[in-house]
Structures are given as structure tokens and as C-alpha cells.
């Protein structure tokens, strides 16, 4: 069968479906017409972020039966239409988690200590040491908004160097967030009382500008990281507080429109640090995503369970 791979994924992955006899075709940064007309006879499609499975694809690939996303977020596919269409959707939920969370904790260092800011300025010849006093994440409190998978990790790791654990996740029970040494609490709550703030639900409906200007003016002082997903923070207001002091500084791996554009009022604020989505880049997590995508089509074809599906 035919599997088509819009977005780069790990060379295991697609050697895994090669091996099972399957022919495995990229075609990368391909969009429109020229996207439709490599979908139109494949029985699997594999993306990752940056492929927007929308309704025409699917009506375009009249023999898809799975699409299978290399990674956790499924909001650049269109579900309602896939589930019009028949085609089941699948995603890799666990094998970037880790590597998520350590990106998280590297930024949420990047941006307390200014490190990005004095590399440039090192690098460009100055010795700025007297220009850069940080702040230590030792007894200050770190706001989760978002205590699944990745959210965990993190409360696992920045709790351990320190830090005061407060969460807002209406869908978690206490218990687990108790053994993760977080309290719960209401998200006005965990605004007034984070230094940090972590964002890290899904783009949903429901979170989509969840952090607006309000939000921001709550966590006065503090620091955003969010390393989720672009739409749960409003970018503008985000630009607006750290440039006029409201916020200390923020740190950003995931925008509304991706990839990143050049005018974006982001790029121009000194205290907000950005990666272009790179929270799940490691060999060892591309590998995990790549392959467990790769078991899950083959299941499909075979016409077994697809367990993330
Ligand atoms: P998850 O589903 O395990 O956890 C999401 C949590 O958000 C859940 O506990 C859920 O209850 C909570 N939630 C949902 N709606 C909420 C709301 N309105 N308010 C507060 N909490 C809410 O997902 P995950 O695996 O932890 O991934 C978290 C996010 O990180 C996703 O957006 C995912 O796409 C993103 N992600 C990004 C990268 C990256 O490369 N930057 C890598 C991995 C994951
Ligand atoms: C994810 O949701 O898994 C992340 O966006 C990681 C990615 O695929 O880049």
C-alpha cells in the first residue's frame, strides 16, 4: 500500500513500513494541488505540525485509510472530516513527552537567566556581565495550566530544583496532583500566585486565547513559557506585556501561525526568547514517534486495533 509522509519523521519509521512491504513516498513542504494529486492514491498519510489535513485532503484521498500523526497535537487535522470520511486518526502520545518537558525546563532557565540575550552579546564581541542579573526558580512558584502528560513532566522536574507546584486542570483528579506535590486550583488563583507560568493543554475550542490580556495583567512580574501550542496565549497582548513591563519576560516554542512570520510583534521584544517548535526535536523522541506512527499504520492495515486512534 501506498503511505504518504508530508512532514520529516525519523528514518525508522519509514524504513519499519518499507520493511512490512509497503511503498513509503515524502513529499515535503508540498501544499494545494500538488498535495492532493501525492494523497490521491495513498492508503496512509503521516504528518506532523505542519500539514493541515483539512477537508479537501481527505476529499482528495478517496483510498486513505489512516492518518497518522507523529507527535501529540491533532489540531492541524480536520477529525469531523476524517470521521466523514471513514479514516481513522492516530497520534504518538507518549514518545515525545520527556523531551517536551525538558525543552520546557530549558526554556523556562533561558528566559530566567537572559541566557539567549548574553550569547548574542558575547558572541557579538561584548562582555555584557554587569547587564544580566536573573532570577532563580529556587522557592518561587510555578503555575501549570494543563497537568497531563507533559505538564506532569514538568511539575516532576521543576518541583525537584525547587519550586512550589500550582495547577489548573479541570479535568485532573487531586489525588494525582498531590502525588506530583501539586496543588489545584482555579486559574485566577494560579495567575495571582505563579513567578512562572507553564502552559501546556491542547489547542481546543475551549483553550484557544485562554491566556488573553487579562490573564497576563494577573501574572504581573512573572514569566510565561509555553511550549503547547500558538492560540492559548494571545501573541499581540503577550508582545505588548512583556515590552511594557507588565510581564518579566517570556519564552516560546509554539505560535498561532507556524512557521513564525517576520513581522511578528514577538521578534521585536528584547525579554521574550523563541524556538521555532522545537519541544519534541530530539533523536531519541523522533525515533519513539516515528515508530509507534509506523506500528499503528500497520495495524491499520491489517485490519487490527490502532491503539491511539
Ligand atoms: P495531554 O492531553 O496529556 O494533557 C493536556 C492536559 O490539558 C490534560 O490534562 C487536560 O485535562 C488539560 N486541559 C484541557 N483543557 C484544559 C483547559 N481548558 N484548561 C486547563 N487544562 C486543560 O497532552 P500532552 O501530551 O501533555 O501535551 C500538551 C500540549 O503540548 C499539547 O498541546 C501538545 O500538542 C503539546 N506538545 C508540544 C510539543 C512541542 O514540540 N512543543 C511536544 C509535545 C507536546
Ligand atoms: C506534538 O504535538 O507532538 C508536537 O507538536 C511535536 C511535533 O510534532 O513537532
Known sequence: MKVLVTDPIADAGIERLREAGHDVETAYEVEGDALHEAVSDASA??????????????????????????GIGVDNIDIDAA???????????DG???AAAEHTVAMTFAIARSIPQAHARLKAGEWAKGEYLGTEVNNKTLGIVGLGRVGQEVAKRL????????????????ERAEQLGAELADLDEVLERADFLTVHTPLTPETEGLIGEEELAQL?????????????????????AVEDGVLAGAALDVFAEEPLPDDSPLLDVEDVVVTPHLGASTEAAQENVATSIADQILAAFAEEPVVNA
Open 83 to 93: 470521521t466523514d470520511h471513514g479514516v481513522i486518526v492516530a497520534n504518538a502520545p
Open 159 to 174: 518541583g525537584n530544583l525547587g519550586m512550589d507546584l500550582v495547577a489548573f486542570d479541570p479535568y485532573i483528579g487531586e
Open 220 to 240: 504581573e512580574g512573572g514569566y510565561l513559557i509555553n511550549c503547547a501550542r500558538g492560540g492559548v496565549v494571545d501573541e499581540p497582548a503577550l508582545a505588548a
Open 45 to 70: 498519510l503521516v504528518v506532523r505540525s505542519g500539514t493541515q489535513v483539512d477537508r479537501d485532503l481527505f476529499e482528495a484521498a478517496p483510498e486513505l485509510v489512516i492518518v497518522g500523526r507523529a
Open 96 to 98: 515525545n513527552v520527556r
